[in-house]
Nanobody
Framework: VQLQASGGGLVQAGDSLRLSCLLSGGTFSKYNMGWFRQPPGKEREFVATIARSASLTKYADSVKGRFTISRDNGKNMVYLQMASLKPEDTAVYYC????????????????????WGQGTQVTVSS
């Protein structure tokens, strides 16, 4: 299984950006998907997760109401729509796939994700 994230860039505070992640080499609908991020000088942190059925999602408190995770099982894609971006959203964003049981606590833990993309840089200027 390979994951390819894209869509990062340099934006201004208040702007919107959409990240995309393509899964190849596996059956996309088998995986719960997650987005994590690593701000400069900090550890990687959970951002959002979506269950394989797309009916269940969970967000970090820091992005709730601003970010939306979605998936298209027909295209093997997961998306992260980011709005009202803040300088503190600056980070390398990673998509990840997990074939375990989804629940709103377990699925925020990066150690449970089996497959990771290479990351895409998002920089938000003030």
């Amino acid at each position: 299984v390979q994951l390819q994230a894209s869509g990062g860039g340099l934006v201004q505070a208040g702007d919107s950006l959409r990240l995309s992640c393509l899964l190849s080499g596996g059956t996309f609908s088998k995986y719960n998907m997650g987005w994590f991020r690593q701000p400069p000088g900090k550890e990687r942190e959970f951002v959002a997760t979506i269950a394989r059925s797309a009916s269940l999602t969970k967000y970090a408190d820091s992005v709730k109401g601003r970010f939306t995770i979605s998936r298209d099982n027909g295209k093997n894609m997961v998306y992260l729509q980011m709005a009202s971006l803040k300088p503190e959203d600056t980070a390398v964003y990673y998509c990840a796939a997990d074939d375990g049981v989804w629940n709103p606590v377990r699925s925020t833990r990066e150690l449970l994700y089996d497959h990771w993309g290479q990351g895409t840089q998002v920089t938000v200027s003030s």
